[in-house]
């Protein structure tokens, strides 16, 4: 399974990005999704996830209701809407996926998910 994430850059406090992770190689349907960010010398934090029917999330607190995870099953790509951005969401953005049989799953944590996509670089601006 490979995943690609896109749509990173620069912003202003304030302003919004949308973020695309496509994923090929299996079945799509067959994954959940997540987004995960790192920062130098922090750890990496999952910011949201999704399951493989679409239909359960999961988002970090840090959220606090600002972003959107949503999935193309049609397109094998998940996305995330990223709005009232702060200069403390400034990191890599990356996403993984998480094989699960279970339709309505949404790991909550890095151990959880087992393929990876190379991280995409969100800057905001304050």
């Known amino acids: 399974v490979q995943l690609q994430a896109s749509g990173g850059g620069l912003v202003r406090a304030g302003g919004s990005l949308r973020l695309s992770c496509e994923v090929s190689?299996?079945?799509?349907?067959?994954?959940?999704v997540a987004w995960f960010r790192q920062t130098p010398g922090k750890g990496r934090e999952i910011v949201a996830g999704?399951?493989?029917?679409?239909?359960?999330?999961y988002y970090a607190d840090f959220v606090e209701g600002r972003f959107t995870i949503s999935r193309d099953n049609g397109r094998d790509s998940v996305y995330l809407q990223m709005n009232s951005l702060k200069p403390e969401d400034t990191a890599v953005y990356s996403c993984?996926?998480?094989?699960?049989?279970?339709?309505?799953?949404?790991?909550?944590?890095?151990?959880?998910?087992?393929?990876w996509g190379q991280g995409t670089q969100v800057t905001v601006s304050s």
């Open positions: 999704i399951s493989r029917n679409g239909v359960r999330t």
């Open positions: 190689g299996r079945t799509f349907s067959r994954y959940a």
């Open positions: 993984a996926a998480e094989e699960t049989v279970v339709a309505v799953h949404v790991g909550g944590s890095e151990g959880q998910y087992d393929f």
